[in-house]
Nanobody, 120 residues
């Protein structure tokens, strides 16, 4: 069982930056993909970015491409999301997820979420 804990959320002005972290409670054996999702009030959870835990190949949603960077530190069992040029529409609860496959629809473990609020 992998437990994920997000941190780094907060309140920031539009145009500012934040870095989210997602730390796993144990070694990431059998984890192939890590993802960030977000859920804004009244909206469905949406995909933000993904990284292959082995190859570091990354994928981004069009809405964040060029502004957000996903990365990982295997030694620290930690996933990051660097968010730059933040916009009001980036306001959401951000969740990290870990998958034991590369399937885009399978996420086996979830964090509890961290709130990001961007003021305009």
């Amino acid at each position: 069982q992998v437990q994920l804990v997000e941190s780094g959320g907060g309140l920031v002005q539009a145009g500012g930056s934040l870095r989210l972290s997602c730390t796993a409670s144990s070694r990431m054996f059998n984890i192939y993909t890590m993802r960030w999702f977000r859920q804004a009030p009244g909206k469905e959870r949406e995909f933000v970015a993904a990284i292959n835990w082995i190859t570091s190949i990354t994928i981004y949603a069009d809405s964040v491409k060029g502004r957000f960077t996903i990365s990982r530190d295997n030694a620290k069992n930690t996933l990051y999301l660097q968010m730059n040029s933040l916009k009001a529409e980036d306001t959401a609860v951000y969740y990290c997820a870990a998958s034991r496959t590369t399937s885009p629809t399978q996420n086996d473990y979830w964090g509890q979420g961290t709130q990001v609020t961007v003021s305009s």
